[in-house]
């Protein structure tokens, strides 16, 4: 048999070669499908992927964007990379169209400072709270709070830094008001003369200076009491309505007449004024008081009402005795007076010259005794205001009938210089009122030609009457002294020196003013005021 290889060998090992190769082929074709299908797959985990990056960034471009406070990213050495756009309200730059390095930022006054931070973050990866000033790129100087933090990359090697910027300028301002009126409050405060107390539902929570000393308690010991232990029981009671509709919010405040038990076991009244502390949601939250010792004020009003009240008495008595004296001299005079009439009658013819002069003399003196005893009755009467009618009464009706009334002169003329306003009154006190001014006006005339000119102004809430006349005019030393009982200028037949008195308690009864202008040879106006 020949050494070369047979056919039937040659065939067999192609055969097993084309199996292989099929099989190789086969292999080839799967692996290349499961290539194909992870290619496929990763193709779509990676857009998947891609998308997801996308959303976040966006997201978060979103939120950085929309913060309410600044964002700064800065690469290592300070160059700032992006803001949102806080950020660019804040500093007044723009990265995406200027160069910007954060030192250019900081205040020279905290370059330091600020270099000093920079280093801690890159050492320790973030800080918080840093504060310190910047300038903006208007030259404008700012407070600025910052927390920020390192950004690393896989390496961890530090390649950037963010930080959140809020501008606390007007916080700080507004802060520093608020310390400061704080200050001012807690010296008003401690030093006023009322107690003040700050009370949570019947807990003393603090009190001022005042009111330690008004229960003679130091703050420390004022402190561990509560309101009750403080306040006599019946009155804590009493008040206790009032408070509880304070707390509901049904009222704001109350005032209460109360009093307070001191450390020594003495009591005194206080006029307490109590008000609700609400939260920012306006629940109440504390209590605050006012205390004012009113005690004495108390004893000075009992003493007042029990001097009102013997005043009074005094007062009707006296008034009572007027008219009992009044009446008791009266009669006296009526029948002197009647005794001089016979004399007059029986004996006119044997009472020539002196004689009769001498029965003038007393008749006259009768009658001014007589006028004398009337003012003593009005004087008495003027301020009783138990005898007071409250009607319209027409001044200018009022004017008539007193110059229709009084003597008056030929050559003196009583007028009114324009139509005189209705008031609400009692008529015959008014017209007193006018009519004894108006008699003294008359009475001190000396001119050839007498002017007496009645006036008014309408004030916002009370009329302002004037009464002028030429006549001899009244030195200043008198203005004062003229409308005191019995004071009379100069003496005067028709004067008792109580006409002006008369004139005082009308005004003074009505709530009104009086007084007068005058100068010597010229003339007086007296004005007085009534309420509309």
Do not use: C
Request: glycine residues 6%.
């Amino acid at each position: 048999m020949s050494k070369t290889t047979s056919p039937d060998i040659f065939q067999k090992a192609l055969l097993r070669e084309r199996a292989a190769r099929k099989q190789a082929e086969k292999i080839l074709e799967d692996k290349s499908l499961e290539l194909y299908q992870l290619t496929q797959a990763l193709k779509t985990a990676n857009e998947k992927l891609k998308n997801q990056v996308y959303i976040k960034n966006s997201e978060l471009n979103g939120v950085f964007q929309n913060l309410v406070d600044a964002y700064v990213l800065m690469d290592i050495y300070g160059n700032v990379m992006s803001m949102n756009a806080a950020a660019i309200n804040l500093f007044g730059y723009d990265p995406k169209t200027e160069n910007l390095n954060a030192t250019h930022l900081v205040h020279k006054e905290d370059y330091l400072y600020a270099i000093n931070s920079f280093k801690r973050l890159l050492a320790e990866g973030r800080f918080l709270n840093y504060q310190a000033r910047i300038y903006t790129k208007n030259k404008g100087i700012r407070t600025v709070h910052i927390n920020a933090s390192i950004i690393k990359d896989s390496n961890n090697k530090p390649i950037a830094a963010q930080g959140i910027v809020r501008d606390i300028t007007l916080e700080l301002k507004q802060q520093s008001i608020f310390d400061e009126q704080k200050k001012q409050l807690t010296a008003i405060v401690e030093n006023s003369s009322l107690g003040i107390v700050l009370s949570r539902f019947g807990e003393i929570i603090q009190t001022n200076r005042a009111f330690q000393n008004l229960l003679g308690y130091t703050k420390e010991e004022i402190e561990t009491k509560r309101v009750a232990d403080i306040s006599i029981a019946e009155e804590y009671l009493q008040s206790s309505k009032k408070l509880e509709q304070l707390n509901n919010g049904e009222i704001d405040s109350f005032k209460v007449n109360k009093r307070y038990r001191k450390k020594d076991g003495g009591i005194f009244w206080a006029k307490t004024s109590i008000a609700g502390v609400k939260d920012s949601t306006g629940q109440i939250k504390y209590q605050v008081a006012l205390v004012e010792d009113i005690t004495e004020q108390l004893d000075l009003e009992k003493q007042r009402e029990e001097l009102l009240q013997t005043l009074e008495k005094s007062n009707q008595e006296l008034n009572d005795y007027a008219h009992i004296v009044s009446h008791d001299l009266k009669s006296p005079l009526r029948s002197i007076n009647a005794l001089v009439h016979w004399i007059k009658e029986d004996y006119h013819e044997a009472l020539e010259g002196n004689g009769l002069e001498n029965i003038s003399l007393i008749e006259k003196t009768l009658e001014k005794m007589e006028s004398l005893i009337s003012g003593i009755l009005s004087y008495s009467g003027a301020s009783n205001k138990e005898t007071l009618n409250n009607e319209l009464l027409d001044v200018n009706s009022i004017i008539i009938d007193i110059i229709n009334t009084i003597y008056i002169p030929k050559h003196v003329t009583v007028s009114a210089k324009k139509q005189l306003p209705s008031i609400r009154g009692d008529r015959t006190r008014i017209q007193q009122l006018f009519q004894n001014i108006i008699s003294n006006a008359v009475n001190y005339i000396d001119k050839e030609k007498g002017i007496v000119t009645v006036d008014y102004e309408d004030k916002d809430s009370y009329y302002m009457f004037s009464i002028q006349d030429n006549g001899i005019g009244i030195k200043k030393e008198y203005h004062e002294k003229i409308f005191k009982i019995f004071q009379s200028l100069r003496k005067s037949e028709h004067s008792t020196g109580i006409g002006l008195s008369i004139v005082k308690k009308i005004v003074d009864l009505y709530e009104g003013d009086v007084w007068l202008e005058s100068e010597e040879g010229k003339g007086t106006t007296f004005f007085f005021t009534l309420k509309k």
